[in-house]
């Protein structure tokens, strides 16, 4: 008899917790970005502001510039925050996009052995230094992912007038991944690698790596944000979505990001237009 008493309590209790109403749940978006936003530690920065002052999560997807965007085009993101102006205007037009917002920038550069076996450190001229690259067949390793820092890069070898191609397997190598894991194959082949400065000055194994050219007008690295068009996927979290984007370039979130220093250098440089700042705040 005690036997079965305590069966139907147990039950009765399994029962109840069945049917109690659940706990509400953590309000929270997610948005695709780039490698670099994420292991520059900018997000790990400027997250935490956002999610006391909004009480909601952000849970990012960090990936190559064109994989954050496909993620998007499929529905799996509410907002996209990446660096390739051209790749994100043609979301926009595309119908994907709400909407592009410029929200901050850096500059890319190249990094090289201290050795310098194509002799262009100290220089200014991207174009000038691949063509010394290619010449002298230095290692070279690229991203390879369709990352906005991979377009980038190839931009600037069809600039220079070079099918980096053509060394595939020889002095160009690549490594089909993100910026931190491509720098640690730089710095264990002696090799030059293009980068943003966010990931650089974040980066702790350099080897004998160490910058070889900068400063080119070039080599500007603007960042934008977009809200999923939530007419293409009705799912998006589209209120949710926006109150981060409006943070992102209000005043408080321009702030956060222009905040995010290591040591004395800061990483990215807020500049997103005044006028299309929100006129409403997060209390």
Avoid at 40 to 62: D, N, T, Y
Avoid at 127 to 135: D, E, N, P, S, V
């Amino acid at each position: 008899m005690e036997l079965r008493r305590s069966l139907l309590c147990a039950a009765v209790i399994l029962s109840t917790a069945a049917t109690a109403p659940d706990a509400p749940a953590q309000k929270f978006i997610t948005v695709t970005s780039t490698t670099s936003t994420e292991q520059s530690g900018l997000f790990k920065h400027i997250l935490p502001v956002f999610e006391k002052k909004a009480g909601i999560q952000v849970r990012v997807v960090a990936l190559g510039t064109g994989q954050a965007l496909d993620m998007a085009r499929r529905g799996d993101a509410d907002v996209v925050f990446v660096h390739d102006k051209i790749a994100e205007e043609k979301f926009i037009a595309e119908g994907y996009g709400v909407r592009r917002l410029e929200v901050m920038y850096n500059d890319f550069i190249l990094v090289g052995p201290k050795s310098d076996p194509a002799k262009i450190a100290g220089g200014k001229d991207i174009l000038a230094a691949y063509k010394r690259i290619a010449g002298a067949a230095a290692p070279f390793v690229s991203r390879g992912d369709r990352s906005g820092t991979h377009a980038a890069e190839v931009r600037l070898w069809k600039a220079a007038g070079i099918d980096p191609a053509t060394g595939k397997g020889r002095w160009y190598r690549e490594t089909g991944s993100g910026m931190g894991p491509t720098l640690n194959t730089a710095a264990g082949m002696n090799a030059y690698a293009f980068t943003d400065r966010g990931t650089w000055l974040s980066f702790k194994n350099r080897g004998e790596l160490v910058i070889v050219v900068q400063g080119d007008k070039r080599l500007f690295n603007q960042y934008g944000i977009m809200l999923v068009n939530p007419a293409k996927h009705a799912h998006v979290k589209k209120d949710l979505g926006q109150a981060f984007i409006d943070w992102v370039v209000s005043a408080d979130g321009q702030r956060a990001i222009a905040g995010y220093k290591i040591g004395a250098d800061q990483l990215f440089f807020p500049n997103a237009r005044k006028e299309l700042a929100p006129t409403r705040r997060l209390e």
